[in-house]
Nanobody, 125 residues
């Protein structure tokens, strides 16, 4: 069982930066895959980024601007967001799938079992 808590959201001007944190409880968190998703008002939730051990994955819309990383000693996964655009405005969620990962599990489309409560990111034009 993993509990996830996001923080770091807020209001930022376009072109600015924010770093989101996803703090996890539970043992052996370093072996969990962690994904970041976002949901804008009136839209479906979309994949943003994921990290599995040291491998990272990104949606095309954020590639080159966002960086996902983890500090296993602190049980935290970060999402560094640079050059923010108004289209990045959304509630951001971190999530983790249960272990072990199914063979062929895709971090962009696979099932995630644990979710945080979300943190709002608003980018003003």
């Amino acid at each position: 069982q993993v509990q996830l808590v996001e923080s770091g959201g807020g209001l930022v001007q376009a072109g600015g930066s924010l770093t989101l944190s996803c703090a996890a409880s539970g043992r052996a968190f370093s072996s969990y895959a962690v994904g970041w998703f976002r949901q804008a008002a009136g839209k479906e939730r979309d994949f943003v980024a994921a990290i599995i051990l040291s491998s990272t994955y990104y949606a095309d819309s954020v590639k080159g601007r966002f960086t996902v990383s983890r500090d296993n000693a602190k049980n935290i996964v970060y999402l560094q967001m640079n050059t923010l655009k108004s289209d990045d405005t959304a509630v951001y969620y971190c999530a983790a799938p249960d272990r072990p990962l199914p063979l062929g599990w895709n971090p962009k489309t696979g099932k995630y079992d644990y979710w945080g409560q979300g943190t709002q990111v608003t980018v003003s034009a």
